[in-house]
């Protein structure tokens, strides 16, 4: 018997065409590509002096002249950083205070969005939402005078507390034992309000048919919480913690320096990061080179966490990845 072989042919791929829509947006997207070229992009040229002795040459010439003349000095500067006596006390704290911000702020974070898409009362619950949304827009500036306010040693309002029950009167600026509990404390109160905001737009979005379809099955708040809730803020806690790994390398300076009353030396190996290093060596008379070579650290490290970070999602739950 005689078969007939016929011939299927590929299918042609339709070429993706630039339409109208794409030229509006495209339009619309170069005023922020413009921005970011200029001050994200354009600035990146600057990590040449991580591996330069910047010197300023004869003649009264600009930066870029003195930049592109001065003499390269290699991994020299990183070595000087890498084993100076600061690097390992710096990553220690760096590291170990955003690890407890990470994991503290999150739970919080999702804890209050819970109990506030909880409430019956829903005017009651934006109300809550507003004032713990507020210390977020707060200088760390305005921040640091209260906590001076709360914590001065001749007239602050816990030591009068402290004399008024009979104890002795705690000087905290000086007393480096504190501070990792204020500074924790402090990161928490001011940042919840937004991590909040997160997740309870994140709860809005999830499907009520849900709910209800879970209320005639019998499912209890702790059930739906359970099996409803959680699993759908799940996506947006996955991409907020890859988001925050990559900021493991970089510390709020705000935080560890104005609201420390700029680091004095009683508390300077317990809230130095590697920020406040960058900012008093650009002060000090130490070589330029050496500051950005500390900085550019931070920014490798910062890159590689993220990516690492998203990569091990990708091993756990590809779907929730973010590259």
């Known amino acids: 018997m005689r ?5 299927v042919s590929p299918v042609k791929k339709r070429r993706k065409r630039f339409t109208k829509d794409d030229l509006e947006l495209t339009l619309l997207s170069v005023p922020t590509l413009i921005w970011y070229f200029i001050f994200c992009y354009l600035p990146m040229f600057g990590v040449i002096i991580a591996f330069k002795n910047y010197k300023l040459q004869p003649g009264g010439h ?3 002249y003195n930049l592109l003349h001065s003499d ?17 006390m710096l990553l220690r704290n760096t590291i170990l205070y955003n690890i407890v911000f990470i994991i503290i702020s999150a739970s919080v974070a999702v804890g209050g969005a819970l109990m506030l898409s909880s409430m019956i009362n829903k005017k009651a619950s934006k109300v809550y939402q507003t004032m713990m949304f507020l210390p977020y827009f707060m200088s760390w500036v305005v921040v640091s005078y209260f906590v001076y ?11 009068g507390l402290i004399t008024a029950l009979g104890g002795d009167p705690i000087m905290w600026y000086q007393e480096a034992k504190y501070w990792p509990f204020i500074i924790v404390f402090l990161n928490t109160w ?4 937004y991590g909040m905001v997160m997740y309870l737009a994140s709860i809005t979005g999830i499907d009520p048919s849900l709910y209800e379809a879970a209320v005639m099955d019998g499912a209890n708040k702790k059930q739906q919480m359970r099996h409803i809730t959680l699993p759908g803020i799940k996506p ?11 900021k493991i390398f970089n510390s709020d300076f705000g935080l560890f320096y104005q609201v420390t009353g700029q680091i004095p030396a009683s508390l300077y ?18 070589p330029i080179g050496q500051t950005a070579a500390a900085s550019f650290f931070q920014a490798i490290c910062s890159c590689g966490t993220i990516l690492l970070a998203n990569w091990v999602v990708s091993k756990v739950d590809n779907e ?3 590259i």
């Open 190 to 193: 001011k940042g919840m309000g």
């Open 320 to 322: 929730n990845r973010i």
């Open 3 to 7: 078969t007939n072989k016929t011939s």
């Open 269 to 286: 190996e317990t809230v130095s990061t590697f920020d406040t290093f960058v900012y008093k060596a650009i002060k000090s008379t130490a």
């Open 62 to 64: 600009g930066f870029l």
């Open 149 to 159: 306010a709360l914590l001065t040693p001749e007239r602050g309002l816990l030591n």
């Open 236 to 246: 947006v806690f996955v991409m907020m913690l890859i988001l925050d790994c990559g």
């Open 72 to 88: 390269w000095a290699g991994f020299g500067n990183f070595e000087y950083f890498f084993t100076s006596n600061a690097f390992t």
